[in-house]
């Protein structure tokens, strides 16, 4: 494993978000084999928000993904991070990805720091729209798992996605 990403903080991430993203470029680069890139002009186009959730324990940043319930009827069984449809009494996607988080993981929406919102992705095999957030609590929160949403929650120190041996 390199050091690449071990000494990344929150200030750095703050910093980074104020900058130009490259959003679709990576986007690109990150595709699965075989996928297009697209972008929906279905008017029924569903509405969804996620939520990147950082937290600090020992010196060190985390982020946590789960592993959706096989019995969903969208992306069973699928990594992804918090999140879900938006819904139509919410005010904006950000409220989506606060009110998901809470209801799946059980970090309450009150504790988390909004740190900036990344480039939209469009998912064409359900037509799904998601709108990432990056959001922060100084400490690992006390989780509290959705079995009926989620069947594992997974927790990564955020110098791991720098290891070319978890790519």
Do not use: W
């Not at 750095?12 to 690109?28: F, W």
């Not at 928000?49 to 699928?78: D, M, W």
């Amino acid at each position: 494993m390199n050091n690449l990403g071990q000494h990344i903080t929150i200030a750095n991430i703050r910093s980074a978000l104020k900058e130009n993203l490259p959003g679709l470029d990576a986007q690109i680069k990150m595709l699965p084999k075989g996928r297009s890139l697209s972008m929906s002009t279905d008017e029924n186009v569903k509405e969804s928000a996620v939520l990147i959730l950082f937290f600090s324990e020992n010196n060190t940043l985390y982020f946590c993904l789960t592993k959706r319930h096989s019995g969903l009827k969208h992306h069973p069984g699928q990594i992804s991070f918090p999140g879900g449809k938006c819904e139509k009494h919410e005010k904006n996607p950000y409220d989506t990805a606060l009110r998901e988080t809470e209801e799946e993981i059980g970090v309450e929406a009150n504790t988390i720091e909004l740190l900036g919102k990344l480039t939209d992705v469009y998912i064409s095999v359900s037509n799904f729209n998601i709108h990432p957030y990056i959001g922060y609590v100084e400490e690992k929160p006390n989780f509290i798992i959705n079995k009926y949403e989620v069947e594992e929650l997974l927790i990564f120190p955020l110098h791991s996605i720098f290891d070319s041996n978890n790519y």
